[in-house]
Every structure is written in structure tokens, then in C-alpha cells.
């Protein structure tokens, strides 16, 4: 959520209007201005309380207002966007695990999952303190003649497992031995609500003929998802990714 107006701090606005009526004018310049498209979820009342500088019971009152209005609706898992107009248009997003359908016939892939500390720099990415446990996917790609190995480590946030019912679900099993087929997880997320927006990294080490790609995906509120780190055999002369548009949840 983009904070472009003067009504960005809600108690610097007009002091005659009670405050849940200018924390529901914010949202309404939201939702019109498409930064929450029609059947988007928005954030819970926590974060909107936390974000406007408001109490959870103020965002309950502007909410309200805004089902008054037609504008949003709730339900067991949250409010979400009514307006009406077209359905968001999705963007290309990578397959997951990048190149998970690059190999050959009698190729070799293994995807696992663990429930673990990341490593330090995807805790950092995600805003995890030091240690703390979180899914992380290993993906391992290799053709049937040995060449053009793909290694990924992603590491997902408390955001994303909060969000996403079918990411959650890995936890009770993620032993860092069972398989796991993760290739639907933007699939997931955008049915759960976000909008996801990517930045990638690619460089070439100089350890070696290899190409690193770093992958950072947060929603449309700029909280973290994911972070994925691949590692590409890149002897060939040009690395090729594989986009797909995920289905319509």
C-alpha cells in the first residue's frame, strides 16, 4: 500500500472528521485507485492498525464503513475488494523451482523441503531473526548426460506461511527428506490474495562457470515472501528461463 497522499498520517487531517472515517478514506483511495484490485484481499486489521497508527478497533469501524459502502466484504478469512471492473491481470511469473522442466529425458530432479534456520542472508531478505526456523525448498536439477546443473535454496517467510493454506501444510513433513512439488506456489499465493512482484539478480562468480540468479518476491503491501537463491551451470552460451501464466485460482 503506497503512501502518496497528504492523508498519509491520519491524525495530521482534518481533526473534525473522526478518525475511523479518514482511515476509511484512505482505504476507499486504495481500492479505487487499484493498488487493491476487485476480489484482492486486504491485510488483516493488525497490520492496517499498525500501518495507519491507529488502534484495531478504529480499522474496524473504517472497514465497516466500507462494507456499508459495498465496497469490501468479509468473511472467514478476511475482507476483501468488491469493487467492480476487470480481474487483475497476472504476470508472467518462473515456474518453480526455476528450470524444473529444463531437463532431458532420463534427466535427474529432486525437490526437498526442511523446516529450518535459512541461511543468513535469506533471514535477513525476510525479516526472520538469526535462527529462527522457517520452510525452506532445495531443488537439484541435472540432464541425462550430466551437464547443465541447476542447485536452488528458497527460503519462505512467516508472511507466506501465514498467507498461503497449501505452503503452510509442508511444515508437519518438511524432514528435509520427503519430495516436495512446489512448482504451483505463485499459483497459491495469488489464490490466497497477493500480488506478487519480483526483482532479480543475475551474476557470474569468479570461482567458476556458473551464473547466479537471486530471486526477491514480496506482495503488493512490500512484506516478503520468498527469497530463492539458483545456481545455474551456465558453460552454455545463453541461460534460458522458462515463464509461465499461472492459472486463474
Request: net charge neutral; hydrophobic share 35%; glycine share 8%.
Amino acid at each position: 500500500m503506497a503512501r502518496t497522499t497528504p492523508l498519509d498520517h491520519p491524525h495530521t487531517a482534518d481533526a473534525d472528521e473522526p478518525l475511523y472515517q479518514r482511515v476509511a478514506a484512505l482505504l476507499v483511495s486504495e481500492l479505487t485507485g487499484g493498488t487493491v484490485p476487485p476480489g484482492e484481499r486486504l491485510p488483516s486489521e493488525r497490520y492496517l492498525a499498525a500501518y495507519y497508527g491507529v488502534s484495531r478497533e478504529t480499522v474496524r469501524q473504517a472497514l465497516e464503513v466500507l462494507r456499508d459502502r459495498g465496497l469490501v466484504a468479509t468473511d472467514r478469512r478476511g475482507s476483501h475488494a468488491t469493487l467492480p471492473g476487470p480481474a487483475p491481470r497476472l504476470t508472467p511469473a518462473l515456474t518453480f523451482p526455476v528450470g524444473a522442466r529444463g531437463t532431458d529425458r532420463g534427466g535427474l530432479q529432486r525437490a526437498t523441503v526442511a523446516w529450518q534456520p535459512p541461511p543468513p542472508q535469506h533471514a535477513e531478505a525476510l525479516g526472520l531473526a538469526p535462527h529462527r526456523p522457517t520452510l525452506v525448498h532445495r531443488y537439484h536439477s541435472t540432464a541425462a548426460d550430466g551437464r547443465g546443473r541447476r542447485t536452488a535454496v528458497t527460503s519462505f517467510s512467516a508472511v507466506a506461511l501465514n498467507e498461503v493454506e497449501e505452503l503452510a501444510r509442508y511444515r508437519d513433513r518438511a524432514d528435509g527428506t520427503a519430495s516436495a512439488e512446489l512448482r504451483r506456489v505463485y499459483d497459491w499465493m495469488r489464490r490466497a490474495g497477493l500480488t506478487l512482484h519480483h526483482r532479480d539478480a543475475i551474476v557470474r562468480p569468479d570461482d567458476g562457470p556458473s551464473m547466479r540468479v537471486t530471486r526477491h518476491v514480496h506482495d503488493q503491501y512490500a512484506r516478503p515472501l520468498e527469497i530463492t537463491d539458483l545456481v545455474v551451470d551456465a558453460q552454455q552460451e545463453a541461460l534460458v528461463y522458462e515463464f509461465t501464466l499461472p492459472a486463474a485460482g
